[in-house]
């Protein structure tokens, strides 16, 4: 599942020589929720508005249920319980109220990831407390591809365009870590030396990563491996202190003044194609930027403060909004900084601290869609 990326402190820190090159683009617009129409309104027709069928509660077991894991379709949602000794995953259907059985597996399933194509999951289950198994399984239920790591923690990154290939941290119980490469095409597993623990796929073979150059609060810049070349770019980017990827773009953030964290979309030849500013939330000695949700390369969901300031200073003050075409809106004010996972066409998003709650991105309407009987 996914969490509020936290920028840690990390004993990570890297030279690195390149200047920084400016760009100037056109800073796109934050659209404001509608104002209040002044001047008369129709008043509707009450006899004659039919009020629609309220959407069915899911009714979940504590006793067996284990987490909401993502999106299988706009109205599926998956999910983990164990009934009978046995994991299983599930899709419930958020206007039907139907649940069916999509995998199950005798070992603790750690978490579910679904691939943005759709037609593959990757189910992470641990018996043992020192290794991981990876599993790919196809949408029909085979398992396509299995790996074994040794690990204490496992940090995953999926290709998003090549779900053969997937980026495997492994954590160790002194928080050293082993970075491995696997190709479903050769059924390989490769070790990269990388002195940043979370690196990202951008395009289908090059890994991106911040190098830091001082401290890791004042961010680094991103440095680009192509794995087959074994050839690296740094972009010329100043105080990056986080990042993500979907494809070829990036998504960039910096700390280049005392109240902002500074935006960038970018293509992977560092063309920056839009630019904007938000206001900088920390948590003391670290920077607190809530992940985004990607529906495709140009068009994602974030969450962004209403004002700068400490985080634990800033509850419920946090709004969603919907970036495309260059133009960041809002879509609904008054959350928290919690992470959010939104479905493929980005129609909802799931909000809260277990995704509780339903966002309609269209409308901004929130409702709790999951009760947990006592």
């Known amino acids: 599942m996914k969490r509020i990326v936290i920028l840690l402190i990390l004993a990570l820190i890297a030279l690195t020589g390149c200047t ?38 899911f009714k979940a077991d504590p006793s067996s249920f284990h987490f909401i894991a993502d999106w299988l379709t706009d109205s599926e949602i998956l999910y983990v319980e164990k009934r009978n000794g046995v994991y299983q995953v599930k899709s ?6 139907e649940s069916n059985l999509v995998y199950e597996d005798e070992s603790f399933i750690t978490d579910i990831i679904v691939h943005p194509s759709m037609n593959y999951l990757l189910v992470h289950t641990s018996d043992q407390s020192d290794l991981a198994i990876v599993k790919v399984i196809s949408m029909d239920g085979v398992v396509r591809h299995q790996v074994e790591i040794n690990s204490t923690e496992l940090a995953i990154e ?5 779900p053969e290939k997937i980026l495997l941290t492994a954590f160790h119980e002194d928080w050293s870590f082993d970075l491995f490469v696997f190709d479903g095409h050769t059924e390989s597993l490769s070790v990269i030396e990388m002195d940043d623990p979370f690196p990202k796929w951008i395009g289908d073979s090059r890994i991106a990563n911040i190098v830091f150059s001082e401290h890791p609060l004042d ?20 105080n990056v202190i986080y990042f993500d990827t979907y494809e070829d773009k990036l998504l960039i953030v910096q700390s280049l003044e005392a109240d902002n964290f500074s935006y960038s979309l970018r293509n992977d030849t560092n063309t920056v194609l839009a630019n904007w500013n938000m ?6 000695s670290e920077w607190v930027i809530p992940e985004i949700e990607w529906i495709n390369g140009e068009s994602f969901l974030f969450k962004g403060a209403l004002r700068s300031g400490q985080l634990d200073e800033l509850s419920s003050e946090f709004n969603l909004y919907l970036h495309e075409v260059g133009v960041s809106k809002i879509i609904t004010e008054g959350l928290d900084a919690d992470s959010i996972t939104c479905s493929p066409s980005g129609k909802r998003c799931l909000n809260g601290y277990t995704f509780e709650e339903v966002i309609e991105v269209e409308s901004g309407d929130r409702r709790n869609w999951i009760e947990f009987d006592n």
């Open 20 to 57: 920084t090159k400016k760009e100037t683009v056109e800073q796109p617009e934050i659209e404001k929720p509608n104002e209040p129409i002044d001047g008369p309104i129709n008043e509707p027709d009450v006899e004659n508005i039919v009020s629609p069928k309220p959407l069915p509660i």
């Open 92 to 97: 419930y259907n958020l206007e039907t109220g």
């Open 158 to 162: 999926w290709n998003d365009l090549d």
């Open 219 to 238: 961010g680094g810049k991103i440095q680009i491996l192509n794995i087959a070349a074994g050839a690296t770019e740094t972009f010329d980017a100043e």
């Open 279 to 284: 206001p900088l939330v920390s948590n003391y």
